[in-house]
C-alpha cells in the first residue's frame, strides 16, 4: 500500500521509526512532513495527509501528534476519512476490520517506539472483514457524513 504519514513536535519522536517499520513492511511511504522537532500546529499536517487518502493518493494514512487527539479531530473534518487515536494493537487492526477506519493516529507522549511499531504493523496488516453488519454502521455514519456535505453545498 501507498500510507500517508504526517506529525507534529509531540509526534515527531515516533515519525522515523513509524516510516522504518512501514517500508520493512513493503510499503511506500509520502512523507507530509513535519521534518524537525521544532512546534508547528498539527492541522497543517493532518489535513494533507487526510486529503491525500480522501482522494486516492494514499490508501491509508497514520499521523502523529503529542497525544494523537488533536490529529484524529482535525483527519476527521475530511469527508472520506476515518481516523482514530488507537494506543493498543487490538483496536489498531479491529478498527480497520470493523469500522473501516483508514487513518491511525498516536501520541508520541504517550507511547514509545516499540510499541508504535507493533501498532502500525497491526494496521497496515488489517483489511475491512465486509461483513454485512459492519457494512451496516458504517453506511449509517457515511449517511451522515453526506447530510453534512449537502448542508454546505
Ligand atoms: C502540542 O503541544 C500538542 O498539543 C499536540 O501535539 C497534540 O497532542 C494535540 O492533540
Known sequence: MRIAVGCDHGGWPLKAVVI???QEEGHEVLDFGTHGPERVDYPDYAIPVAQAVADGRADRGILMCG???????????VPGVYASVCHDTY???QGVEHDGMNVLCMGGRIIGPELAKEIVRAFVRATFSGKDRYR???AKVKAQEAR???REA
Open 91 to 93: 483496536s489498531a487492526h
Open 20 to 22: 522504518q517499520v512501514l
Open 136 to 138: 451496516q454502521r458504517i
Open 67 to 77: 497525544s494523537g487527539v488533536g490529529m484524529s479531530i482535525a483527519a476527521n473534518k
Open 148 to 150: 453534512c456535505q449537502s
